[in-house]
């Protein structure tokens, strides 16, 4: 499948967080930025759930929202990282290291010589305020500092590395960021000759200077502001260099958003960035191999090996959106964990506001939206029921979705079946050709350990969340832990089989009489024909290789009939492998 579109938008950064209060302040339209979901009319109150979690659920689904619009997503860089990038370009920076012990950070400090600051490295602003920035007088205290600093919580993060820099004496601090202006579709440079923290609530400090995605900042404004300023004057052609460092930085990393804050002019003279946070155009991160991000997405903890697996699903096909999130968890035992799944991010928060009322808590969120194939919604189901502790399977979202919902039906069977599924599972499947989708589920699932129940558009997100409390309240307490079951076919040298693009195909031939081989050529969506009484390939093997979901389609309607013949197996690297 092709890759998908790169953006349009100019290739410059855009703000985030603190940046799109600080634009929306400035926006000459006077527009605000957007929060999608936050400020949605989208309650979620009175319930059980944590904050965190709650805020979690918000951020995703504004995450998933932003999907829409090409290029929209970003992923960030820590401070060193910045740092580096900004040094390449002739910014000055601090002398340090990176420690992940505090033994290391004790070595980082003995070779610097003198005071130091360390600085928790995770992606979140103030963080001083919570006690991760600290200054240290020689190695011993640098040590013991870094010691208290890692492994803390720090928002999402725990905490793992830490910056070992040089104590500036620091005259004066400045605010530079390259942000995008919607509006105007062009990036702005925001200059503030007062920085540190708090920039983004003091709009009237900040001047906006125009750039231009390919030519750079406006130089005479830049040099103009500059000079009417009371900068030193020595030192206005340093601190002029920079800033149009600081746009080559963002055009050449391809970055959506670049911020030092503060740009310091040190009391020996010395103009350098203290600190700095740089976002990467998510669509770019495949061309940037060396800035080593590993999951080119807008997150708030560092990635779990579920959403790394959830992620690298995505990136290998291309067809509807995947987007998987785990949310933070309170520990307690009446935690009620469930697993979600959604489909379209406003019409999966409306869902996840239901099933929270019942007095569940999401472990989740996940959406497969977008006409997504059957193996992509397979493997999504894979890796939620992955998840430990959750005790249902929970699926719904915007009820009018724009695709074939039978394709989404044949990938969750699948993956129930094959995870012989024993915790209750309500699928809301509203959307085009939603009474086809729900028979394939319910008939598919019949004989499985646990109920599973599809619905249609016309049942509401509260009406199906209800009769999924019933059913989790009604399930079995003790259900042992569910494992992958690959039937014994699979390998046998009397098997047929094809390699396809995520896996191999296989069909039981010892099983395949003639009742078995009809059903394979109803089914099969033109891929077979029947030679001899047996199923032979009917198109080219090049042709079936990107044919994985009626193959899938193919296995689920062998097992409504009762004749398990068929199998497609696609083991998850991560979780298989």
Not at 214 to 220: F, P, Q, T
Not at 244 to 273: Q, W, Y
Not at 391 to 408: D, K, L, P, R, T
Not at 571 to 577: I, Q, V
Request: aromatic share 6%.
């Amino acid at each position: 499948m092709p890759k998908r579109p790169l953006s349009r938008r100019a290739r410059m950064p855009v703000s985030t967080g603190g940046r799109r209060q600080l634009a929306a302040k400035l926006d000459a339209t006077g527009r605000e930025s957007p929060r999608v979901a936050r400020d949605s009319c989208i309650p979620v109150s009175g319930t059980s759930l944590p904050q965190a979690a709650r805020a979690r659920l918000y951020d995703a689904a504004e995450s998933v929202s932003r999907r829409t619009v090409p290029g929209d997503g970003v992923a960030r860089l820590h401070e060193y990282q910045g740092k580096a990038l900004l040094a390449a370009r002739g910014i000055a920076v601090p002398r340090g290291g990176v420690a992940r012990s505090s033994h290391e950070a004790r070595v980082q400090a003995e070779r610097l010589g003198g005071p130091t600051v360390v600085k928790i490295q995770a992606w979140l602003t103030g963080r001083a305020a919570i006690g991760g920035v600290k200054f240290a007088t020689d190695p011993a205290q640098a040590e013991a500092v870094a010691q208290s600093m890692l492994g803390m919580k720090a928002g999402n993060f725990a905490v793992s590395e830490v910056l070992v820099e040089e104590r500036l004496e620091i005259n004066r601090e400045l605010f530079v960021s390259l942000s995008i202006d919607d509006a105007a579709r062009a990036p702005v440079l925001l200059l503030g000759l007062e920085g540190g923290s708090g920039i983004e609530d003091r709009a009237e400090a900040v001047t906006r200077i125009a750039a231009h995605p390919v030519d750079g900042i406006d130089r005479d404004a830049l040099r103009d502001r500059l000079e009417r300023s009371t900068l030193p004057r020595e030192l206005i052609d340093e601190v002029e260099r920079a800033i149009h460092a600081v746009f080559r930085t963002a055009r050449e990393c391809e970055a959506r958003s670049v911020e030092v804050n503060p740009l310091v002019i040190t009391k020996d003279g010395r103009v350098m960035a203290a600190d700095c946070r740089v976002t990467i155009d998510d669509y770019a991160v495949f061309r940037h191999p060396e800035l080593g991000i590993e999951i080119a997405r807008e997150l708030d903890h560092p990635p779990t090996a579920l959403e790394r697996i959830a992620y690298a699903v995505e990136q290998a096909d291309h067809r509807g959106t995947f987007y998987f999130a785990e949310l933070p968890r309170s520990g307690k035992p009446d935690e009620r964990l469930i697993g979600f799944h959604g489909a379209g991010g406003g019409g999966s928060m409306m869902s996840m506001d239901a099933v929270v009322r019942e007095g569940f808590t999401p472990a989740n969120f996940c959406d497969t939206s977008g006409n997504p194939s059957a193996a992509k919604v397979y493997a999504a189901a894979r890796i939620i029921l992955a998840q430990p502790g959750i005790i249902g399977y929970f699926g719904s979202g915007s009820g009018v979705a724009s695709q074939e919902q039978y394709w989404s039906a044949y990938g969750l069977a699948k993956a129930f079946i094959e995870m012989g599924l024993n915790i209750p599972a309500v699928i809301r499947l509203g959307g085009n050709s939603e009474d086809r989708a729900v028979e394939i589920l319910e008939t598919a699932c019949r004989k499985l350990p646990a109920k599973v129940e599809g619905y249609r558009k016309d049942d509401t997100p509260a009406s199906v969340a209800s009769r999924f409390r019933a059913l989790v309240e009604a399930r079995k307490r003790d259900v042992p832990k569910m494992s992958r079951h690959v039937p014994t076919f699979v390998g046998k040298a009397s098997s047929w089989s094809l390699a396809i693009e995520r896996g191999r195909v296989w069909i039981d031939l010892s099983a395949c009489d003639s009742g078995a081989t009809a059903l394979i050529m109803r089914n099969s969506l033109g891929l077979f024909a029947e030679s001899k009484g047996r199923p032979v390939l009917a198109v080219s093997e090049a042709e079936a290789k990107d044919k994985d979901s009626e193959f899938i389609a193919l296995e689920v309607e062998c097992a409504r009939a009762g004749r398990p013949i068929v199998f497609v197996d696609m083991p998850l690297k991560g979780l298989d492998t």
